[in-house]
């Protein structure tokens, strides 16, 4: 059964960072693209950031996230990483990974529950 895990949300400050993780299991993890989503209240959920298969070699950030956040995977340990910097405001949302065996661009195939980040002003 396959199962991802996020883990590292909380409530930081204007201009704070996190580190998100999201552990995966139940599949081989190098043949997956990973990709962090994220879904606001009252909002359609959005690819925050995504990382090709294997060594990652291609990544991917929607603009308004460009400069402040970073995707990475670390493949011995089946995991990927999001870290956020210089947080805003309207990063709040709750962050889901998802997994796709065709691109980093989806379709995804797997999702986690999700982990809510809160940036106060």
């Known amino acids: 059964q396959v199962h991802l895990q996020e883990s590292g949300g909380g409530l930081v400050q204007d201009g704070g960072s996190l580190r998100l993780s999201c552990t995966v299991s139940g599949l081989t993890f190098v043949n997956y693209a990973l990709g962090w989503h994220r879904q606001a209240p009252g909002k359609e959920r959005e690819l925050v950031a995504s990382i090709s298969i294997s060594k990652g070699t291609r990544t991917y950030y929607r603009d308004s996230v460009k400069g402040r956040f970073t995707i990475s995977r670390d493949n011995s340990k089946n995991t990927v990483y999001l870290q956020m910097n210089s947080l805003k405001p309207e990063d709040t949302a709750v962050y889901s990974c998802?997994?796709?065996?065709?691109?980093?661009?989806?379709?995804?195939?797997?999702w986690g529950q999700g982990t809510q980040v809160t940036v106060s002003s």
């Open positions: 998802a997994a796709s065996r065709r691109s980093e661009r989806g379709p995804y195939d797997y």
